[in-house]
């Protein structure tokens, strides 16, 4: 036999191979493992996107920006205990706006805007991974 | 890598997996749809695992080795261009892993002299059909993961000396002493077992 017929032999016998009988469970393993990662991966960008967006509160804190919120929010009340106080002097129906509108106070104000920009972070980090 | 991101959902049924090609399978897989490349583990998983097998890797970590093979083969997907088989190039990224594995435990010596131990079996079982497997068997370690490289995993000689960080002129004599063994216990019962058969190399 000469050397290149035996060596094309050769590379026929290493393509001839055995199908294992576990081949399916190889495969969903192999899925399995690919379907974990992927997971990882996730967690790891929300995980990220969270902190980023703690990151970003802590900057927005940071700049003064909550003390002009409160502030905001204080007017706010006064504004509307304002109003309420001239509609309940005016002896109308919605007397009771002054009361009600006013459930929270600054701090209130900017833990909700930080949560959102919690939210909007974990928005930003799916749509990244849509894409 | 570039985060695949088709879901599950928008991947094709099982059956309809089943009747496409490599090609189209890698184009989905490229696209994040894990499932089609499940697919692809599945067609060619036994081939990757055999492979290993034969380079001289232990069931368990060729199993091993082979689902590491396919994943680094997701990862970079995007590399594969369709030029040659899928199979070919997952069995060429397992080859490099157990490479790697190996070289942290075996070295690559020079060949020096005739190997004489092996050269006496090999005349008396010639009458005997061994299959490919039982004939690797009778190779050196470094033989069989030479021989392997080269006529299972398709790499060059260069390739192959590249993967083992050992001298060209290494990996040829590996290559040659394999072939010339594997050719005497592979012959075809009462084949003439000619000096310049015997002695054929690479």
């Known amino acids: ?131 | 890598m570039a985060a695949p991101a088709t879901s599950e959902t928008r991947s094709p049924a099982g059956a309809q997996l089943g009747a496409m090609h490599d090609l189209e399978l890698t184009a989905l897989a490229a696209a994040g749809d894990r499932r089609a490349f499940g697919e692809l583990a599945r067609r060619h998983g036994s081939a990757v695992r055999a492979l290993l097998r034969r380079m001289g890797a232990a069931p368990s970590l060729a199993d091993d080795l082979a689902q590491d093979a396919f994943l680094a083969a997701f990862e970079s997907i995007a590399e594969f261009r369709g030029e040659g088989a899928f199979v070919g190039w997952v069995k060429r990224i397992a080859a490099r892993l157990y490479i790697k594995r190996w070289r942290k435990r075996a070295e690559l010596e020079p060949v020096e002299g005739e190997d004489t131990a092996d050269a006496s079996d090999g005349e008396g079982d010639a009458a005997l059909r061994i299959d490919l497997d039982g004939a690797l068997a009778a190779l050196t370690e470094a033989e069989r993961v030479c021989v392997s490289l080269c006529y299972g995993a398709g790499l060059s000689h260069a390739e192959a000396a590249a993967a083992l960080k050992a001298p060209l002129g290494t990996v040829k004599s590996h290559v040659k002493r394999g072939l010339d063994k594997l050719k005497r216990r592979l012959a075809a019962p009462g084949a003439p077992q000619t000096e310049t058969g015997r002695r054929a190399g690479v």
């Open chain 1, 1 to 131: 036999m000469s050397d290149q017929s035996f060596e094309a032999r050769l590379q026929r016998m290493f393509s001839d191979h055995p199908h294992y009988p576990d081949a399916p469970l190889f495969a969903a393993e192999v899925e399995g493992r690919l379907s974990r990662g992927w997971a990882l991966r996730r967690l790891l960008i929300g995980a990220a996107g969270a902190v980023g967006g703690v990151i970003a509160v802590a900057q927005i804190a940071g700049g003064g920006v909550w003390t002009r919120i409160g502030a905001a929010g204080q007017l706010f009340q006064q504004t509307v205990g304002a109003v309420s106080s001239t509609t309940a002097n005016l002896q109308t129906p919605m007397g009771g706006v002054g009361q009600l509108a006013l459930p929270f106070g600054g701090e209130t104000l900017w833990i909700v805007a930080g949560l959102a920009v919690l939210a909007g972070a974990l928005l930003f980090s799916r749509s990244i991974q849509e894409l």
